[in-house]
């Protein structure tokens, strides 16, 4: 049976190890300068249907290869976007060929980012709509469940070990699609993000509370335009201002009661992913010589938030 192994034990990372552990072996991954030695990673897990104390066991990756089996390994990559690439360094040397690595970052620059870094490993992509957060070191929350899509993200990765990965994971419970064309449910999530986050971080209010600030308001509509028009660029797709703002619309819905992962790190004097997601599309936007001057503004006002530009 696949061992699953876990990079980035936060709340999301912690969700899967708990809830995979039931079924597979799991292993966390411990920083690359770690001691050899295992050590136990404890953490409680609460649902709707209760708290449950998982004990599971946290390796340094050069112990690795003593825990590699003949069904592989399974990399689950669950670190913050800026984080991804360094993360990946750390581990490479003791990843055995062909490992298969699931990348859950938001934004998209750092999946690219990574394609191009690692190309010798087959990499999906994941988009999860579960909802997870610690409450402290030792206490993680499964606030929401979701569905989460799998998919191909380079060159060596397939279809056929796309739908392998979405059974394993759904041994978990959570529910698990594989998705053909993953890069467009990556871009339908930076839209979304890229519109809400930074937005709550610079105001400072939950997801709901946006539909009661003129500052966000007034700008809504002209913010989704910028972002369908490089969207519909980048992917060939035909996504009208209208249309983005009403899936955005449905989200800021669902989730009104949110803290966003962007004003949760503001609000911890944390670095934020405002470069892997409003910087991407600006990036993208200049490649394609779209014009995005309300995006721009953004990036640069969560950057100014950021604990470096502090002092
Ligand atoms: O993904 C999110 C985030 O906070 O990063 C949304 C969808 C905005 C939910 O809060």
Redesign the pocket.
Known sequence: MTTVVILGAGALGSLWAARLSRTHKVLILDRPQASGRDKRFSFTLQDSKGSLAYHLLRIAPSALANHSTDAGLLLLVCCKSYDLVKALEGVQAWLPEGTALVLFQ?GLKSQHEAARRFPHWPIYAAVT?EGANRTSPAQVIHAGTGVTWIGAFNALASETQAQQIAQTLSASGLQVQAQSDISSRLWQ?LA??AV??PWTALLGCR?GELRQASRFTDSYGALCAEIASIMNAATASHWTAAELQHLVDG?IER?AL?R???LQDVQAGRQTEIEQITGFLVEQAERLGIDCPRNRELLQAVLKLSPENHQ
């Open positions: 938001n709509t999530k979304i993000n809400i986050n997801n989200v989730t949110n966003s992962s962007m």
